[in-house]
């Protein structure tokens, strides 16, 4: 299970609080080995990711292929998802996205 949190900055207040960064999703580039499935009632990025990369944790990457801003896991029955398969890729991405800050 990859923990997308691990290279986000934490930060401390004066005061002594702590608390991590916002995180940022990075652009996922289409590649040609790309999946593209319709969604159907009850389809949730979780299940999707769990579906194709055998973790739920990786939800994120189908959401920012598909360049979902929903507040969900939810996913609107009827569209297309485009599914990346190049999962080191888009980890790798993630990291520099959020390393950099």
Not at 22 to 37: G, R
């Amino acid at each position: 299970m990859a923990n997308r949190y691990r290279d986000i900055a934490r930060l401390r207040t004066t005061d002594g609080i702590e608390y991590v960064m916002n995180t940022i999703y990075p652009e996922i580039p289409l590649s040609d080995q790309d999946y593209y499935v319709i969604s159907t009632g009850g389809d949730r990025y979780d299940n999707l990711a769990q579906q194709f990369y055998s973790d739920h944790t990786l939800w994120w990457v189908i959401a920012a292929a598909n360049n979902s801003e929903r507040a969900s896991l939810i996913v609107e029955p009827g569209v297309q998802l485009r599914i990346p398969t190049d999962i080191q890729r888009a980890l790798e991405l993630f990291r520099q996205t959020n390393r950099k800050r």
